[in-house]
């Protein structure tokens, strides 16, 4: 929602998922939030210390707001997000939730939103945003080559 835990902890992951799949020269790859509330800020204290303690580096990121650019594909973290995000894109646009790349989640399974939450809640984050990602790699790969 605010781009500060979830989202940017999924591009981080992501684009590392991506450069492992040789498909980083194909994919642009981006994170916002619905709300506007934390546009500028960094990433969340817990989330970017979470990603530090699994080798990844969330300290360049910026939360911004999701815009009305052209997307082939969008992905929400939960369902709210994906009903604010289908009314927003153009007609036509893929957009799906985030964890529907996990071949190992339930349908309709979200990333749960760890805000108000404690450290906990920031791993199992950081372990669904790492399942979806190898999903979405496969997914991109099927579909760039």
């Known amino acids: 929602m605010g781009n500060i835990c979830r989202s940017p902890m999924a591009e981080v992951v992501l684009r590392r998922t991506l450069d492992e799949h040789g498909l980083s020269e194909k994919v642009a790859l981006d994170s ?9 800020d960094p990433m969340d204290e817990r989330a970017a210390a979470v990603l530090a303690a699994h080798g990844y580096d969330g300290s360049l990121h910026r939360a911004r707001q999701f815009g009305f650019d052209k ?6 973290m939960d369902t709210e997000n994906l009903g604010a995000l289908r009314r927003a894109v153009p007609a036509g646009t ?6 529907s790349f996990d071949p190992e989640a339930p349908e309709g399974a979200e990333v749960p939103d760890p805000y108000y939450g404690g450290r906990d809640g920031f ?3 950081l372990s669904q945003v790492k ?3 190898e999903g ?4 991109l790969a099927d579909r760039l080559d």
């Open 94 to 99: 893929d957009v799906r939730l985030f964890r």
């Open 71 to 76: 997307y082939d594909l969008v992905v929400a």
């Open 136 to 139: 979405l790699a496969k997914y």
């Open 131 to 133: 399942a979806a990602s």
């Open 123 to 125: 791993e199992i984050v």
């Open 32 to 40: 916002a939030g619905t709300g506007g509330w934390h546009v500028g």
